[in-house]
């Protein structure tokens, strides 16, 4: 099984863990905030299962319907996720505003603390291992599996504030205003996590800093042509899409050509992960310099 695969599968596990302890949480002080946290931790579980998915679909090789592969799927689970995201903040907001008019005295709820505390511990371990080999192996499902995940951590944490508060002072609303205030950062989260899936179903080019290495990299390994221009880039999941022209010497034999382009699609591998490159060789008469990039 992909090593993506395993942590997306993981996190299901992890999200019906901190859904238990959660609930149990509720349970134990009847603390409207608690049941709102946990109501949100459903959201984990069902995002868990659109990343897994989502991570297991893209791997596919492609095929004749998707001769570019189906990389694109992690994009359109990462923009579900934020969707539920912003669902999940607006029950969580529900929940607040029944919770200001009735208030509920709360039963336990050192037991409860503790609970949702070990809840937010699992999820925050977790949430840093999803980050990490997410943007490792450029996994946008895992990635957003990771921001969700962040978002109910900070849920929690705003939530065991809130209750402790009402604990200390006595006063009831004040865990559904602290509950309210954390939706108001879950929408926030939601918002921008679909604005990046959208951007990459949009195939917005890759980052400066990428795009940078990459011209070096054609530059640095293109020795005996003339110049590159045209050059093209997109991110679907995992992989990096470069295409270019390349211009070489009238002069040079379709078999050298080749073997240059061998080499730069070699040298772009190793240094942009899961490159797929295309290069379109020109003779010098098509040469656009100085608006191309300089190999020579």
């Known amino acids: 099984m992909d090593k993506a695969l395993k942590l997306a599968l993981g996190s ?15 349970r134990l002080t009847g603390s409207i905030a608690l049941y709102s946290d946990a109501l949100e931790s459903t959201v984990n ?15 596919t090789p492609p095929d004749a319907n998707h001769p570019y592969g189906h990389h694109k799927v992690e994009y359109l689970s990462a923009v579900v996720e934020g969707v539920l995201i912003v669902i999940a903040a607006l029950m969580v907001l529900r929940e607040a505003y029944f919770g200001l008019l009735a208030p509920r005295e709360l039963q336990a709820p050192l037991k409860g603390l503790l609970v949702n505390a070990a809840a937010s511990v699992i999820n925050a371990l977790w949430c840093f291992v999803l980050f990490r ?13 990771a ?20 604990v200390v002072t006595g006063w009831q609303q004040l865990d559904a205003v602290l509950a309210a205030l954390v939706a108001v950062n879950i929408l926030w989260s939601g918002w921008r996590l679909m604005r990046e899936s959208i951007g990459g179903l949009m195939d917005e080019a890759v980052p400066e800093e990428t795009l940078t290495r990459v011209k070096e990299l054609i530059s640095a390994h293109a020795d005996g042509a003339i110049e590159a221009h045209d050059l093209r880039t997109r991110q679907a999941g995992r992989v990096t899409f470069i295409e270019f022209h390349l211009v070489v010497p009238g002069t040079m034999s379709v078999s050298d050509s080749h073997a240059l382009c061998d080499r730069i699609e070699a040298a772009l591998r190793g240094g942009v992960g899961g490159a797929m490159i295309t290069i379109h060789v020109e003779p010098e008469e098509k040469a656009k310099h100085p608006g191309g990039i300089p190999v020579v």
């Open 12 to 26: 299901i596990a992890v999200g019906g863990l901190v859904l238990g302890l959660k609930y149990l949480a509720y």
């Open 133 to 145: 080999f997410g943007r490792q192996w450029r996994s946008p499902a895992l990635i957003a599996d």
């Open 45 to 59: 579980v069902a995002t868990a299962v659109a990343a897994f998915f989502a991570v297991r679909l893209s791997a």
């Open 147 to 166: 921001r969700h995940l962040w978002a109910d951590v900070v849920t929690s944490v705003g939530v065991v504030v809130g209750v402790g508060l009402v």
